[in-house]
């Protein structure tokens, strides 16, 4: 069942490269009495993911900070090596958001967000979305219904807030 506004988040252990290797995250205490918004990707260095999503939430981090937006995470159902990787490529660390990593998609899973794409490679991927919550609560929900991320961008998580 996929989630939705008014709906708790389910708990999860992600992942994301610490100094002296991969080290997990809980969800549940991003969440804790804070105002968090995570978008989910397909795939780090995919060609949307890399070149319009990720983008689109580092052009709106002070805007997300004015509304009271207190962390910026983004998940994919990778390992926290590509992750780290990925967020040093694409400037999100510097810029302040989380890339953590949904390594077994157990988050993506429970969220109800999980496909597979065989023909792409992609197994177990996650859908696109962008979601707010408030401690650990669903308060805005933005799957992206077709390719691309205008419904999922971080202008449109913006505006929603």
Not at 3 to 14: Q, S
Not at 22 to 40: C, N, Q, W, Y
Not at 100 to 107: C, N, Q, V, Y
Not at 120 to 127: E, L, N
């Amino acid at each position: 069942m996929t989630i939705d506004v008014g709906h708790r988040l389910p708990d999860a252990t992600l992942l994301r490269m610490g100094p002296d290797g991969p080290s997990t995250e809980d969800l549940t205490s991003h969440l804790a009495g804070r105002k968090v918004v995570i978008f989910g990707v397909p795939a780090a260095f995919s060609p949307t993911c890399q070149t319009a999503h990720v983008p689109s939430f580092i052009r709106v981090m002070e805007g997300l900070r004015d509304k009271g937006v207190d962390a910026v995470i983004c998940l994919s159902v990778n390992d926290p090596h590509v992750m780290a990787a990925w967020s040093e490529a694409t400037g999100a660390a510097v810029a302040g958001i989380a890339m953590l990593a949904d390594a077994d998609g157990a988050f993506t899973k429970a969220i109800g967000m999980d496909f597979d794409a065989p023909a792409v490679g992609f197994h177990g991927r996650s859908k696109r979305y962008a979601l707010a919550a408030e401690d650990g609560v669903v308060t805005v929900w933005h799957p992206e219904p077709k390719r691309g991320c205008a419904v999922s961008s971080g202008e449109a998580m913006l505006a929603a807030l």
